[in-house]
């Protein structure tokens, strides 16, 4: 199979829009989730069934916008605009939505331990998000200097 830059492009779009699908089922669902959860742990979770929904309805606002973003990002990189501010842009709002998660996972561990890991890994994929979006300024930062360039 001859893989080749369209084709991870289109791959990756695949994806986000598999995570959009399985991001509304789980909004869409949370409420029978979080009572068979609550149901099969009983002990550990019993009344914190409205405090799962806030959590899961809070994270899916930063979720959401991270997908889109990523579609916004995947969608300049298919027309060949790689180098350009707005994809920092876009670079920056996704470490922001992961830092937000991240946060809220943060929160939600206060009654389900769990949630700490999750929070955690956000927060760190946000700060190598943060770190791939200085990349990119200086690269378009480069490219606007070369571009001025005679």
Do not use: H
């Not at 995570?19 to 959860?37: K, T, Y």
């Not at 994270?59 to 707005?86: D, M």
């Not at 876009?90 to 996972?105: E, H, K, P, Y």
């Not at 956000?122 to 001025?148: H, P, S, T």
């Amino acid at each position: 199979m001859n893989w080749n830059k369209d084709k991870s492009v289109k791959l990756s779009k695949f994806c986000v829009c598999l995570f959009m699908l399985i991001l509304a089922g789980v909004c869409i669902g949370a409420p029978w989730l979080f009572r068979l959860l609550i149901r099969l742990r009983v002990q550990d979770l019993a009344g914190k069934f409205e405090l799962f929904l806030v959590s899961t309805y809070t994270a899916a606002v930063p979720a959401a916008a991270a997908l889109y973003g990523l579609w916004r990002l995947l969608r300049n990189i298919s027309e060949g605009e790689v180098f350009i501010p707005e994809n920092v842009s876009i670079l920056r709002l996704l470490s922001w939505c992961c830092i937000a998660a991240g946060l809220v996972c943060l929160f939600s561990a206060l009654y389900y331990m769990p949630f700490l890991i999750v929070s955690a890994a956000a927060a760190f994929v946000g700060l190598i998000l943060r770190v791939v979006k200085n990349v990119f300024a200086e690269a378009v930062r480069l490219k606007d200097e070369n571009d001025y360039t005679i």
